[in-house]
């Protein structure tokens, strides 16, 4: 179940930056959109789940995990500040599946003709889930076979992301720029507790069992790069 913090997140962000926008903007506002695709690569690890991973035959992450990320950006026409939304997931082997979404905002400080450095901050949520559909430990036997389904492990928690970006723009015309960037980022992971429960059927609901787990969370911290396409409008 989606918490009312992201929710609140979610809600009252965009209204805060919008209205940041508007300020930033001339009494006509005028903005550009941005559209940025990358390929991201984590360093933060969660030693005890992937243990329990080990333990129970599941795919740990890899040392290094393979993600996707997604962003939409807006930028008044004239200013320095860009205001984002992003979105990502793990894409490498894992039997974690592993997703973000965060709002951004971040200040232009160098800037030439072709090339643009970045640097702010997004805060959002970060999602966890873990599908026992192999091994179980005893508890969680006994409770799969109680309930008579397939038993997840989710977690969730806040996500905190200072952050430099770099953008280097070689193609344009009247309306358009393309090209590539690259980013550096330490990630706050901070996690919530495991949950056991499952998916009813014809359900998207999670039915969190409210039973002990005893599988230790840790929050993470670590760094994070990036490099992918950007097109400017």
């Known amino acids: ?20 926008l508007l300020k930033d903007s001339s009494i006509t506002p005028s903005y550009s959109l941005m559209f940025n695709v990358s390929t991201i ?8 789940i992937n243990n329990f991973l080990t333990k129970y035959n599941y795919t740990k992450p890899q040392e290094v995990p393979v993600g996707l990320r997604f962003e939409i950006a807006l930028m008044p026409s004239g200013g320095k500040m860009v ?6 997931t793990v894409i490498s082997n894992q039997d974690i599946v592993t997703a973000d979404m965060s709002l951004g905002a971040y200040y232009r400080f160098f800037e030439t003709k072709n090339f643009w450095i970045l640097a702010g901050l997004s805060v959002g949520e970060h ?3 873990i599908v026992l559909n192999g091994e179980l ?3 969680f036997d006994s409770l799969a076979k109680k309930y008579n389904t397939t038993l997840s492990l989710h977690r969730d928690g806040i996500i905190v992301e200072p952050a430099t970006k770099f953008f280097w723009y070689p193609f344009k015309t009247k309306k358009t720029q393309m090209g590539l960037f690259a980013g550096v980022y330490y990630d706050f992971d901070f996690n ?11 359900s998207m609901t999670f039915k969190n069992l409210r039973k002990p787990t005893d599988v230790a ?16 409008f």
């Not at 989606?2 to 940041?20: E, G, N, S, Y």
């Not at 495991?194 to 014809?202: F, I, T």
């Not at 670590?222 to 490099?227: A, M, T």
Request: glycine share 6%; proline share 6%; aromatic share 20%.
């Open 1 to 20: 179940m989606i918490k009312w913090r992201f929710i609140l997140i979610m809600v009252f962000a965009p209204i805060t930056l919008f209205a940041q």
């Open 137 to 139: 430990p005893p508890s």
């Open 41 to 48: 690569f984590y360093t933060a690890r969660d030693i005890r």
């Open 127 to 129: 999602f966890d889930r």
């Open 192 to 202: 919530s507790h495991w949950r056991v429960g499952y998916y009813p059927e014809n």
């Open 83 to 88: 205001y984002s939304i992003n979105a990502g």
């Open 217 to 232: 969370t840790v929050h993470e911290f670590g760094w994070v790069f990036s490099s992918g396409l950007s097109v400017c």
